[in-house]
């Protein structure tokens, strides 16, 4: 077999694996991305070493490193192609579903993906809800997480509901990491080493090099991290 007889066999194994886990992936649902159990972490293994295996034994000699240029570019072509097509996009990568809907469970829309109770269940969980009359809407996403929203009765008081009044609250800028002063930031910020160093004295310390990490608050004060923290009193 000559070379380009070579590398079109490589080509097309590659991609007809590829295509054939893809397919498999979508039939199986989107619970195997939301909750990886025993049985699904078995399947998913199986699948990847017989796909590998059905490659390397079908080509020979370096030509195999030829499959993961052409897994790379599949993919590529794939993201390219779902980006510019909403109906590609929807059968490669799949859309949104609810699941629940004011409090009631869908089972429709779960069976459609293989979605059971106990994932639903056990996603709500990860959420800290254990009632399903809480939920105003649980929507599946195509990655298989959950997203929930729940009654506005059941939402925790925020300081706008009190019509309290907050504060900005920003970034922290780092101004020391791993005992060295990151000066550009110091500099941003508005203030000089001076400044830094009588910061650290008021905190008993003497060297820069003691200081694993140190940021300026929005609110302009200073945290400091040591290397070596002193015990603490018990």
Same mark, same amino acid.
């Given at each position: 077999?000559?070379?380009?007889?070579?590398?079109?066999?490589?080509?097309?194994?590659?991609?007809?694996?590829?295509?054939?886990?893809?397919?498999?992936?979508?039939?199986?649902?989107?619970?195997?991305?939301?909750?990886?159990?025993?049985?699904?972490?078995?399947?998913?293994?199986?699948?990847?070493?017989?796909?590998?295996?059905?490659?390397?034994?079908?080509?020979?000699?370096?030509?195999?490193?030829?499959?993961?240029?052409?897994?790379?570019?599949?993919?590529?072509?794939?993201?390219?192609?779902?980006?510019?097509?909403?109906?590609?996009?929807?059968?490669?990568? !799949?859309? @949104?579903?609810?699941? *629940?809907?004011? %409090?009631?469970? /869908?089972?429709? =829309?779960?069976?459609?993906?293989?979605? #059971?109770?106990?994932?639903?269940?056990?996603?709500?969980?990860?959420?800290?809800?254990?009632?399903?009359?809480?939920?105003?809407?649980?929507?599946?996403?195509?990655?298989?997480?959950?997203?929930?929203?729940?009654?506005?009765?059941?939402?925790?008081?925020?300081?706008?509901?009190?019509?309290?009044?907050?504060?900005?609250? !920003?970034? @922290?800028?780092?101004? *020391?990491?791993? %005992?060295?002063? /990151?000066?550009? =930031?110091?500099?941003?910020?508005?203030? #000089?080493?001076?400044?830094?160093?009588?910061?650290?004295?008021?905190?008993?310390?003497?060297?820069?090099?003691?200081?694993?990490?140190?940021?300026?608050?929005?609110?302009?004060?200073?945290?400091?991290?040591?290397?070596?923290?002193?015990?603490?009193?018990?």
């Amino acid at each position: 077999m000559n070379v380009a007889a070579e590398v079109f066999e490589v080509i097309w194994h590659t991609l007809a694996v590829f295509l054939a886990v893809l397919l498999v992936s979508r039939i199986v649902g989107k619970k195997l991305l939301a909750q990886l159990t025993y049985f699904d972490f078995v399947i998913g293994i199986i699948l990847g070493t017989i796909a590998g295996a059905f490659v390397v034994q079908t080509t020979r000699g370096l030509f195999v490193l030829i499959s993961p240029v052409v897994l790379a570019a599949a993919v590529l072509l794939i993201e390219f192609m779902a980006l510019k097509s909403r109906a590609f996009r929807k059968i490669a990568q !799949g859309e @949104p579903l609810v699941v *629940i809907r004011n %409090g009631k469970i /869908l089972e429709e =829309n779960m069976r459609k993906v293989r979605y #059971d109770i106990q994932n639903l269940r056990t996603q709500l969980r990860n959420k800290d809800i254990f009632d399903f009359s809480e939920v105003e809407f649980a929507v599946l996403e195509p990655n298989g997480q959950l997203s929930v929203l729940k009654k506005s009765a059941h939402l925790p008081l925020t300081p706008k509901d009190l019509k309290l009044d907050t504060q900005y609250k !920003g970034m @922290p800028t780092e101004l *020391i990491l791993d %005992g060295h002063v /990151l000066t550009n =930031n110091l500099i941003r910020s508005g203030l #000089d080493f001076t400044w830094l160093y009588r910061e650290l004295q008021g905190r008993n310390v003497r060297e820069v090099k003691e200081v694993f990490y140190a940021a300026l608050n929005a609110d302009g004060t200073l945290y400091v991290d040591l290397r070596r923290d002193p015990p603490e009193n018990l």
